[in-house]
């Protein structure tokens, strides 16, 4: 075995697993969501490297350990009304006495918020659009599907 080699990551499932796990939820979960919404429910949500890189940068700027992910559901007024949505909180750990527990970090109750929310938060994509992101803003399937994404989008 070469020292280059680079060993497979510790959460490594596999194929098998991932997909059994996606057709769990597919026959066991989708269809009662669908049902309570009256049409058809997020199956999974997509980020881009962007994203994901910004947020390990925010990790590191707030002096975090990880992020927790919450299921969450669009407010009233969104294209995506209802549906599931992944909700992104950066944690570390805080201690309690002689406890330690993993809290979530909300970034306006950070000394430095003020000065950062007044900085540009927008990006340029691919097209020179500008967008608004945050760091809750993923693509859900549905509406945008893989089947439904262009070469190059």
Not at 21 to 46: H, I, M
Not at 113 to 120: A, L, M, T
Request: proline fraction near 4%; charge should be negative; charged fraction near 40%.
């Amino acid at each position: 075995m070469k020292d280059s080699l680079k060993k497979l990551p510790f959460f490594f499932i596999g194929k098998r697993v991932t997909e059994e796990r996606k057709e769990n939820f597919k026959q066991q979960k989708y269809p009662v969501l669908c049902k309570q919404l009256g049409k058809k429910d997020t199956q999974s949500v997509w980020y881009s490297r962007e994203h994901i890189s910004k947020l390990l940068e925010e990790i590191d700027h707030a002096g975090g350990d990880g992020i927790r992910l919450h299921f969450g559901a669009y407010e009233k007024e969104h294209p995506f009304e209802g549906q599931l949505c992944l909700v992104m909180n950066v944690t570390r750990v805080k201690k309690e006495g002689e406890f330690q527990k993993r809290e979530n970090i909300f970034l306006e109750e950070e000394l430095d918020f003020e000065e950062r929310s007044k900085s540009d938060r927008s990006t340029s994509d691919s097209d020179s659009n500008v967008i608004k992101r945050d760091f809750n803003f993923g693509s859900p399937c549905p509406p945008r599907c893989e089947e439904d994404i262009e070469e190059g989008n």
